[in-house]
């Protein structure tokens, strides 16, 4: 399929304000350049929006808890942002979080995880197990059900959100419910279809994951290990249910396919889709193109069934 009119119009815009690319900068320019990004968010009000600290394994871990609409007891997701462990914030990730709250009608705590380069792997995943864990024993004072308990991110937080469930049946628990898994970062392997084929020109390229993956994991030998790479995982089975979706025109896609088509084959109940025509990032791009909002709503859908909500 063709690239969206509408993201092609967008990055051409991109490519003549002589902008760097994605990862040419250093780590601090472009978290700068990824903050201040001049795309359009929803302003969606919610019943309420609280920052607070829990305990970590190296020190207290900011979150932000978002409580939506209406009463009663609700399910939990836990919120890991993507930026390729290098870049993004809980401000970054903010109206994310207030639309997947408000659509599926679950109390959303987004982690402000430890970023790599001055924290390397594992902090990260360490750091968002302990939330996890943390959100399944206080879920009660959150309004959250804690038996109704998911992890969802995209991209890096993809990437956390099927670590941490690794980790969850590996070290015994907590339970997790659902996983929902936005173009995830499976695999540490630059030579895949995906990665050839939309090596540039489409927002994530090639070389930037190369400059992420040199920051997070700056040992090869590491980047084996399936806290790093979830699709090397010797067995995927006793896995939470997954929903699983890429975009076609995005460097990650083969590697987010393979780990759906490996967590079925474990007996994992797990739903793929491909968005064609939409490229990486697009969980950002709703009031951009409607192409991408209608993925985003698909998200939604997938995780609010997913949670019984």
């Not at 540490?188 to 090596?199: E, G, I, L, P, Q």
């Not at 790093?228 to 083969?254: H, I, K, N, Q, Y």
Request: glycine residues 10%; aromatic residues 8%; charged residues 20%.
């Amino acid at each position: 399929m063709a690239l969206d009119p509408v993201l092609k119009t967008l990055l051409e815009a991109m490519a003549a304000s002589g902008a760097p690319a994605l990862g040419a900068q250093s780590v601090a320019e472009t978290r700068t350049a990824f903050d201040n990004m001049p795309l359009p968010r929803k302003q969606i009000e919610l019943a309420s929006v609280e920052n607070r600290t829990i305990p970590g394994p190296a020190g207290e871990i900011p979150i932000r808890v978002y409580q939506p609409h209406g009463a009663g007891v609700k399910p939990v997701l836990v919120y890991l942002h993507g930026g390729g462990w290098v870049i993004g914030t809980l401000d970054s990730y903010d109206a994310t979080a207030r639309e997947l709250a408000e659509g599926a009608g679950c109390v959303v705590v987004s982690v402000d995880y430890r970023l790599a380069p001055e924290h390397r792997y594992p902090a990260a995943p360490d750091d968002c197990h302990a939330a996890v864990k943390w959100v399944a024993a206080n879920a009660a004072s959150l309004g959250a059900d804690a038996k109704r308990l998911a992890v969802g991110g995209d991209s890096a937080g993809g990437n956390q959100s099927a670590v941490v469930s690794q980790m969850a049946r590996d070290q015994g628990g907590p339970a997790i419910r659902f996983q929902l898994l936005i173009y995830p970062v499976t695999d540490a392997d630059f030579t895949r279809r995906s990665y050839v084929d939309n090596a540039n020109g489409y927002l994530l390229t090639a070389d930037a994951m190369r400059w992420f993956w040199d920051h997070y994991v700056a040992n090869p030998a590491q980047r084996a290990e399936p806290y790093a790479s979830p699709l090397r995982a010797a067995d995927l089975s006793g896995l939470p249910p997954a929903w699983v979706c890429t975009a076609e025109f995005d460097p990650l896609r083969d590697e987010g396919e393979a780990y759906a088509k490996r967590l079925q084959q474990a007996g994992v109940s797990t739903s793929l889709t491909r968005f064609d025509g939409l490229i990486h990032g697009f969980i950002s791009m709703g009031l951009v193109a409607p192409a991408a909002q209608q993925a985003v709503d698909e998200a939604v859908a997938a995780l609010k069934k997913g949670l019984g909500a």
